[in-house]
């Protein structure tokens, strides 16, 4: 079974620069997450969808981050002007479904760096 | 501890040696949930226990479950070097939708 699949797996920008991420989630999951992971800290959620339908973008900074998922299968997220302060390791996660009893699998994730 | 720190704690032993690591968490949660991150991987999980649970085991891990203290830990026996990791509780928060809301960690080390 292939897992999940992010690109890039590293990124380098200016401040001001805008970078997408992508990910391929486990084929059949129709939960997907994008979490964010500071250097040192736990991941943090930053939005989730269930098919195409985003349920939770509550912690998405919504004036410079933007995440879609347009047919329930790949997602993007997207940052349009950086900051130094995203510098993270950005997680894309699936699941078979939402709920407390669903097992979360992650991709290898994108480490952003932002100069 | 790990809920409530903000930042990776670390805790290094000798290959052999038993090792618990304790999570304790702030709301009511009806699972918690152990993952273990290797270096550049993203987070893989370990052990899945249920409020209904005190105790679950796997292989050389056992994790218990006290819902009246509001804590969790995970005990590795007879550690060994490939233990080596950084291992993270999660628990369920429900805020309109469920979430998994991801402790701080603890960077275990197991030397030889």
């Known amino acids: 079974e292939a897992g999940v699949t992010q690109s890039p797996r590293y990124a380098v920008l200016q401040e001001g620069q805008a970078v997408s991420f992508w990910c391929d989630p486990i084929s059949g999951h129709d939960t997907l997450y994008w979490y964010q992971q500071p250097r040192d800290q736990g991941p943090q959620l930053l939005v989730y969808?269930?098919?195409?339908?985003?349920?939770?973008n509550s912690q998405l900074p919504s004036d410079r981050f933007s995440a879609v998922r347009p047919k329930g299968t790949n997602s993007t997220l997207k940052i349009q002007s950086a900051k130094q302060g995203d510098t993270a390791t950005y997680l894309c996660?699936?699941?078979?479904?939402?709920?407390?009893?669903?097992?979360?699998?992650f991709g290898h994730g994108t480490k952003l760096s932002v100069l | 501890s790990q809920w409530g720190e903000e930042n990776l704690q670390a805790l290094s032993i000798q290959e052999g040696e038993d090792v618990t690591m304790n999570c304790s968490y702030k709301t009511y949660t009806t699972v918690v949930h152990w993952y273990r991150q290797d270096s550049g991987r993203g987070p893989a999980l370990i052990i899945l226990?249920?409020?209904?649970?005190r105790e679950k085991r796997s292989g050389r891990l056992r994790a218990t479950l006290d819902t009246s203290s509001q804590s969790s830990s995970l005990s590795i026996t007879a550690a060994q070097c490939e233990d080596t990791a950084v291992y993270f509780c999660?628990?369920?928060?429900?805020?309109?939708?469920?979430?998994?809301?991801f402790g701080s960690g603890t960077q275990l080390t197991v030397m030889p």
């Open positions: 996660a699936s699941s078979l479904g939402p709920g407390t009893n669903e097992r979360l699998f």
């Open positions: 969808f269930r098919d195409e339908a985003v349920i939770d």
């Open positions: 226990i249920r409020s209904n649970e």
């Open positions: 999660a628990t369920d928060a429900s805020s309109g939708s469920w979430q998994l809301i």
